[in-house]
């Protein structure tokens, strides 16, 4: 099971920092060979893509709305994936998601069919 938290509500131009945390147990004890990434859904709309992590090759990935403001990193010891929110918009608003995938590849990895373990959300809320 994967565990997000760090959302809040913040000022438009604010920011956040999201952690995911995994349960080792869940992913059998190999954290270190899964991806992990962010996806986000706002009311009324599909849930899309936001970042994420080779474990394979250590390229980042970022959707062309965040990249520049969002930054991911993992923690493989620690079982955790972070995604810093930075110069963040009203529509940023959503419902912020972590997955892990056993992918490793950008076409994989930007695909939301590709993810088999999910955290539970949390809400990120910027005020304009």
């Known amino acids: 099971q994967l565990q997000a938290f760090g959302g809040g509500l913040v000022q438009t131009g604010g920011s956040l920092r999201l952690s995911c945390i995994a349960s080792v147990r869940t992913l059998g004890g190999t954290f270190g060979t899964y991806s992990v990434g962010w996806f986000r859904q706002a009311p009324g709309k599909v849930r899309e893509f936001v970042a994420t992590?080779?474990?394979?090759?250590?390229?980042?990935w970022y959707s062309d709305s965040v990249k520049g403001r969002f930054t991911l990193s993992r923690d493989n010891a620690r079982g955790a994936v972070y995604l810093q929110l930075d110069s963040l918009k009203p529509e940023d608003t959503a419902l912020y998601y972590c997955?892990?995938?056993?992918?490793?590849?950008?076409?994989?990895?930007?695909?939301?069919?590709?993810?088999?373990?999910w955290g539970q959300g949390t809400q990120v809320t910027v005020s304009s």
């Open positions: 997955a892990a995938s056993p992918y490793y590849t950008y076409s994989d990895l930007t695909d939301i069919v590709k993810y088999n373990d």
């Open positions: 992590k080779s474990y394979r090759t250590g390229n980042t």
